[in-house]
Nanobody, 119 residues
Framework: QVQLVESGGGLVQAGGSLRLSCAASGSYFSINFIGWYRQAPGKERELVATITSGGSTNYADSVKGRFTVSRDNAKDTMYMQMNSLKPEDTAVYFC?????????????WGQGTQVTVSS
């Protein structure tokens, strides 16, 4: 059973910082992290940041310059450092990865971690 376990969410004041983690666990051959998404109440899930296997990153315009996505291949963990947080960043954040197991690649999602930014 493969799981992506997120952590690091919480309540923070505007201007503050949080660091999200997404750790893979279980039995698999390899993992390729895709990136982070978020979903605010009443809104659709949106892409926040992506990272390739080579480490190239891309960001939504709304978070450019404030968020940084990274990965630690040795630990099978992806991170997102979020600085200068704004109330509009309030959402449930999800990580996404493709996991190769038994010869097949599957898309996995974390359970989500709540980020709340107060004004």
């Amino acid at each position: 059973q493969v799981q992506l376990v997120e952590s690091g969410g919480g309540l923070v004041q505007a201007g503050g910082s949080l660091r999200l983690s997404c750790a893979a666990s279980g039995s698999y051959f390899s993992i390729n992290f895709i990136g982070w998404y978020r979903q605010a109440p009443g809104k659709e899930r949106e892409l926040v940041a992506t990272i390739t296997s080579g480490g190239s990153t891309n960001y939504a315009d709304s978070v450019k310059g404030r968020f940084t996505v990274s990965r630690d291949n040795a630990k099978d963990t992806m991170y997102m450092q979020m600085n200068s947080l704004k109330p509009e960043d309030t959402a449930v954040y999800f990580c996404n990865a493709n996991v190769l197991t038994k010869g097949t690649s599957w898309s996995y999602w974390g359970q989500g971690t709540q980020v709340t930014v107060s004004s």
